[in-house]
């Protein structure tokens, strides 16, 4: 397939390290060190679908094409205030989709899981226009008195608009399964029968084991996917990494050996929000015409799962 047009939307407050620091025990000293973050978008009377449907339509109006012209719409949403149906039937409602719509919880690779299933229906002939969005709120899944995951997380949403095109020159996906390094439990309705505990549990982070498998997995990931496609790291104009820790990006930049011009980087205002960070950035880079025709995009992302995922794509 081929990108042909982007889109993004995020919550209009702000919120920077020193509002934090009114109410936790942090500090900007502590967190910009740490991972890059000076300020994030916080969701407070937005809902996310209207962020998604918001990029959804930048993204199409972009593409050329319509609302009708879609043949299939992917959203990766970790947490909404729905649990059915899927916030991409909610979204795809409010922008008068036409066609089927699922939704996928792949945490922060979900893009590339999403282009992966886009790319494959296409190949398979199922599919010739794809709506990617993807729709996060971890600021919603955070236990606010913990500092130690609370300052991490921002939320907005980007989308992608796919047509024919052969323009994705490879996919890798990897998962490493382990619940127990990132997770947080919902709380479901009671019945008269069920006897377990039913109290939700915000999100639950060991942070050092998060870093390491990210560098492990985004290094490896893209290693082995250039050299599955005989190309060199010489060939690639840029790398879009999801914007997790600024420190997470600059290891991975080290182990490769490529040049920081090669990573644009959005975190330091805008935190992790989740799948939409790949997507988010990928707008605002495309929007001030930093890819040129024929330039090669590496995407790389990782998160719960444990997952993550690569994707070579032509420009
Ligand atoms: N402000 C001040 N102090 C803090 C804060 C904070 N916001 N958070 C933690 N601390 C304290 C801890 O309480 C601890 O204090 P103690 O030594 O008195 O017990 C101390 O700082 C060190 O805590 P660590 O958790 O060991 O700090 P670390 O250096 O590992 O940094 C961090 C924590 C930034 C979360 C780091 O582990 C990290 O970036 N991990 C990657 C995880 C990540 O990015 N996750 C995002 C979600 S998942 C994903 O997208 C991949």
Request: hydrophobic fraction near 40%.
């Amino acid at each position: 397939m081929k990108i042909l047009g982007t889109g993004s939307a995020l919550p209009k407050k702000i919120v920077t390290n020193d509002m934090l620091s009114e109410f936790l025990d942090t500090s900007d000293e502590w967190i910009v060190p740490r991972t890059g973050i000076r300020s994030r978008h916080i969701i407070s009377d937005e809902k996310i679908e209207d962020l998604g449907a918001q990029a959804a339509l930048s993204a199409l109006e972009m593409s050329g094409l319509k609302p009708e012209d879609i043949d299939y719409c992917i959203c990766s949403n970790v947490v909404s205030e729905y649990v059915t149906p899927g916030l991409s039937c909610v979204i795809g409602a409010k922008i008068g989709l036409k066609c089927p719509c699922i939704d996928i919880n792949c945490a922060c690779p979900g893009f590339i899981y999403a282009l992966d299933i886009a790319e494959t229906h296409y190949i398979a002939g199922k599919v010739r226009n794809v709506l990617i969005i993807c729709a996060e709120q971890p600021t919603r899944m955070c236990d606010w008195t913990d500092r130690s995951t609370c300052v991490l997380f921002g939320d907005g949403a980007g989308a992608v608009v796919l047509g024919p095109g052969s323009n994705v020159k490879g996919i890798k996906l990897h998962s490493q399964l382990d619940a127990t390094k990132i997770w947080e439990r919902n709380s479901l309705m009671p019945t008269p029968y069920y006897e377990g505990d039913n109290r939700a549990i915000g999100l639950q982070m060991n942070g050092r084991e998060v870093f390491k498998f990210a560098v492990k997995a985004s290094t490896s990931d893209v290693e082995d996917l250039l050299n599955e496609l005989g190309m060199t790291k010489d060939q690639v104009d840029w790398y879009i990494v999801h914007q997790a820790n600024y420190r997470i990006i600059d290891a991975i930049k080290q182990y490769l050996g490529e040049p920081d011009g090669k990573f644009p980087i959005n975190i330091s205002d805008h935190g992790n929000s989740s799948s939409a960070s790949c997507t988010i950035l990928l707008d605002e880079c495309n929007k001030s015409h930093m890819f040129k025709e024929g330039n090669t995009l590496v995407f790389s992302a990782f998160g719960a799962g444990l997952l993550s995922g690569v994707a070579v794509l032509e420009w």
